[in-house]
């Protein structure tokens, strides 16, 4: 696997691979990779010739009093993890490569940034946006992958790459989980023991919810009230929010419908976790909930 640190080098790259008329897959990481970031490769390399990755830690998207100097950065372990997944290139820069001085140029996505995660952590998704769209630019996939872990961003990037009309796919992978259900987070590192233990209520929450919904309850305002029970059962576990949204807008929807997203965020001690679910009424007699989860194994 090469190793680039400056667009040019990435861009030399990709002209020789559109030389040969091979397609490129991308999966942009800030890095601590875990099993959730590597099926997103897998899937990339089962459908495109090559496969790049980023590890790029973006300052523009921490806010003043959030963890960007202890973000966890275990280089030499990603690289070896990116390597055994068959990568191609990663694309590795400083943040004067991504930000030249005095760059004063960003990306908006105005509606869907201001919801969720973006409610939460003003000016989190202008940075997210930014810096996405710089490495379109500079690395020019045909397909590019997210994980649906981080609902709110795959939302945001889908209406960004929409509305500048991106030449490229995306293709957004399902959670991947423990197999008690902990969500696979870069940020888990920061959890000890107990706490460990009480980041399992985020799940729990969602659990409730779906079965709530397969029982036949549709209220999200009676789901919403039931899940912050568990929620609030949990000493250890401090709430952001608790939300029934439509995926796509990210806009608050007072019965479940045909797709809805679930999303959580808590606080557990000082690490802020995410998690999610979409429930989908099937279109069967028994008018079933498909729920998309997936444990890792």
């Given at each position: 696997?090469?190793?680039f640190?400056?667009?040019?080098?990435?861009?030399?790259?990709?002209?020789?691979?559109?030389r040969?008329?091979?397609?490129l897959?991308f999966?942009?990481?800030?890095?601590?990779?875990?099993a959730g970031?590597?099926?997103?490769?897998k899937?990339?390399k089962?459908?495109?010739?090559?496969?790049?990755?980023?590890?790029?830690?973006?300052p523009?998207?921490f806010g003043?009093k959030?963890d960007?100097?202890?973000?966890?950065?275990?280089?030499?372990?990603d690289?070896?993890?990116?390597?055994?997944?068959g990568?191609?290139?990663?694309?590795?820069?400083?943040v004067?490569e991504?930000?030249?001085p005095?760059?004063?140029?960003f990306?908006?996505?105005?509606?869907?940034?201001?919801?969720?995660?973006g409610k939460?952590?003003p000016g989190h998704?202008?940075?997210v946006?930014?810096?996405?769209?710089?490495?379109?630019?500079?690395?020019?996939?045909?397909?590019?992958y997210?994980?649906?872990?981080?609902?709110?961003q795959c939302?945001?990037i889908?209406r960004?790459?929409?509305?500048?009309?991106?030449?490229?796919?995306?293709?957004?992978?399902e959670?991947?989980?423990?197999?008690?259900?902990?969500?696979?987070?870069?940020r888990n590192i920061?959890?000890s023991p107990?706490?460990?233990?009480q980041s399992l209520?985020l799940?729990?929450?969602?659990q409730?919810?779906?079965?709530l919904?397969?029982?036949?309850?549709k209220d999200?305002a009676?789901?919403?009230?039931?899940a912050?029970?568990?929620?609030?059962a949990e000493?250890?576990?401090?709430?952001?929010?608790?939300?029934?949204?439509?995926?796509?807008?990210?806009?608050?929807?007072?019965?479940i419908?045909?797709?809805?997203l679930?999303?959580?965020?808590v606080?557990?001690?000082?690490t802020?976790l995410?998690d999610n679910?979409?429930?989908e009424?099937q279109?069967?007699?028994?008018?079933?909930i498909?729920?998309?989860?997936?444990?890792q194994?």
């Open positions: 696997m090469k190793i640190s400056t667009a040019l080098e990435v861009s030399a790259a990709v002209r020789e691979y559109r040969h008329d091979e397609t897959g999966v942009p990481t800030m890095g601590a990779l875990h970031h590597v099926s997103l490769m899937q990339a089962a459908e495109c010739n090559r496969v790049a990755a980023s590890i790029f830690v973006n523009t998207q003043p959030e960007l100097s202890r973000y966890p950065r275990p280089f030499e372990r690289v070896k993890m990116l390597e055994d997944a990568v191609d290139f990663l694309f590795h820069p400083s004067e991504i930000y030249p005095g760059a004063t140029t990306v908006e996505v105005e509606g869907v940034s201001e919801r969720l995660d939460s952590r998704f202008r940075g946006a930014t810096v996405v769209a710089k490495l379109f630019h500079i690395v020019q996939p045909d397909i590019a997210f994980g649906l872990k981080d609902a709110a939302a945001v889908r960004m790459v929409r509305d500048l009309k991106f030449d490229l796919k995306l293709a957004f992978g959670t991947v989980r423990e197999a008690d259900g902990l969500a696979l987070s870069s920061y959890l107990s706490e460990r233990q209520v799940y729990r929450s969602l409730r919810v779906a079965e919904v397969c029982s036949g309850v999200s009676c789901l919403i009230e039931e912050k029970k568990i929620l609030a000493a250890g576990a401090r709430l952001d929010y608790f939300e029934i949204v439509d995926p796509d807008t990210l806009e608050a929807v007072q019965t419908g045909a797709r809805t679930v999303a959580v965020a606080y557990v001690g000082t802020r995410i679910i979409v429930l009424l279109s069967l007699p028994s008018n079933d498909h729920l998309i989860s997936k444990k194994t």
